[in-house]
């Protein structure tokens, strides 16, 4: 905790920022640190204990500092840390204003508090809370594309800029790893827009985005709408791809699937499962009605896979799941709906009722450290 404590209490002896806040502890510095070092003391097994979060509301949208503590305290409740002690700072150090949470990731009792997906939760958690505080997420400006890559998020129907919305994201989406115009297609529905080949020779592609049901819900985009050639940089980054066969995270995919059949009791339960470890996927079926192909985008990798790029798992496997009445019937013939991301998994929660916990550590899915982050 002292370099996240440190770095904002040089801010506050500068005059550069204020400490405003702090939660779950007696509201002064000292009793803030006597606590976090006494929750410190009881977790010795992990490296990294210190939460450190960055809040950076535009100036134009009007949130007072009540506002954004109200902000915070949603945002730690929905990642875990809501009987976590916390602390915030006001930042004016630039022209922004803006707003730093120090908190600690082991609670009371020595447990350390789950980091899985932190900057994908975050992402649904800005979705869910801009309606509430009237903020707008990751509105992207032509400078900006270049840069912000990482904060995009899926399409948003009614919070304007539609253009600039598809801009982001097409070019967001080519910087996975894929190699046929299916699975870019598939690969943008994720991210909630969806794609049509207006013509073959020349290709001329043309977008538009999605609701929460997978349908259209705005006008065509076309190439001369954005601020690149989309289908140059399509065909550019397939012929990439194509030339090498890329495993990366191809083992961890392959036991998340297995398991996660094994442990399903409908194809509605194993994409929950699935997307729960931030992994769509899209089942297809031939004319009888049997699954005849499977294609999943990994998150994680930024890959996207078919069945023959896993070890473990075949085609019949899923075929077997269902023939073998371990996935209810009725979920058959529903309709293959797009995962997009952490929004829809939320939904399939919901609808799945009292089920057991999809958060657990049995996949052994690896990760990157979390550096902290930024909302």
């Known amino acids: 905790m002292k370099s996240a404590l440190d770095y904002n209490e040089r801010k506050v002896a ?3 920022a204020e400490l405003i806040q702090t939660v779950n502890v007696d509201p002064d510095l000292g009793s803030f640190i006597k606590t976090v070092r006494r929750y410190e003391k009881r977790n010795f097994s992990s490296k990294e204990l210190s939460f450190h979060m960055s809040v950076n509301p535009a100036a134009t949208e009007g949130l007072s500092d009540q506002k954004v503590k109200e902000l915070i305290s949603d945002i730690m409740e929905g990642l875990g840390f809501a009987k976590q002690p916390y ?3 006001r930042h004016d150090d630039i022209e922004r204003r803006h707003y730093h949470v120090v908190s600690i990731r082991t609670d009371i009792n020595g447990r350390k ?7 994908r939760r975050c992402l649904l958690l800005q979705e869910t ?7 707008v997420v990751g509105c992207v400006t032509d400078r900006e594309l270049d840069r912000g890559l990482d904060n995009v998020v899926r ?3 009614g919070r304007g800029d539609t253009a600039v919305q598809i801009d982001s994201i097409v070019r967001f989406c080519c910087t996975y790893r894929f190699t046929s115009y299916g699975q870019f297609r598939f690969l ?4 909630g827009v969806s794609v049509k080949e207006m013509s073959s020779v020349p290709m001329k592609l043309a977008f538009r985005g999605l609701d929460a049901y997978g349908k259209p819900c705005t006008i065509a985009i076309l190439k001369n709408d954005l601020s690149f050639d989309p289908v140059k940089m399509f ?3 397939a ?8 495993y990366h995270g191809t083992a961890d995919l392959s036991l998340l699937c297995s398991q996660c059949l094994k442990e399903s009791v409908s194809q509605k339960h194993f994409r929950a499962m699935m997307a729960a470890e931030n992994v769509d996927v899209k089942m297809m079926r031939n004319d009888d009605g049997q699954i005849s192909r499977v294609m999943f985008v990994d998150h994680e990798t930024r890959s996207i896979h078919t069945l023959s790029d896993l070890k473990d798992v075949s085609l019949s496997d899923f075929r077997n799941a269902e023939s073998q009445g371990q996935w209810e019937k009725s979920s058959r013939e529903v309709k293959q709906e797009p995962l997009v991301g952490m929004a829809t998994l939320g939904d399939l929660l919901s609808s799945l009722g009292g089920g057991r916990s999809l958060s657990r550590d049995i996949y052994g899915r690896s990760r990157k450290k979390s550096r902290g982050v930024k909302m």
């Not at 508090?113 to 900057?119: F, V």
């Not at 943008?188 to 991210?191: D, E, G, M, P």
């Not at 012929?239 to 890329?246: F, H, I, N, V, Y």
């Open 188 to 191: 943008l529905s994720t991210y």
């Open 155 to 157: 399409f948003t129907p």
């Open 235 to 237: 065909e550019s980054r």
């Open 87 to 89: 602390a915030v700072y």
């Open 239 to 246: 012929r990439e791809c194509m030339k090498t066969r890329s």
């Open 14 to 16: 500068n005059g550069e």
């Open 129 to 135: 809370l801009c309606m509430k505080y009237g903020f």
């Open 113 to 119: 508090i789950s980091s899985r997906q932190e900057n």
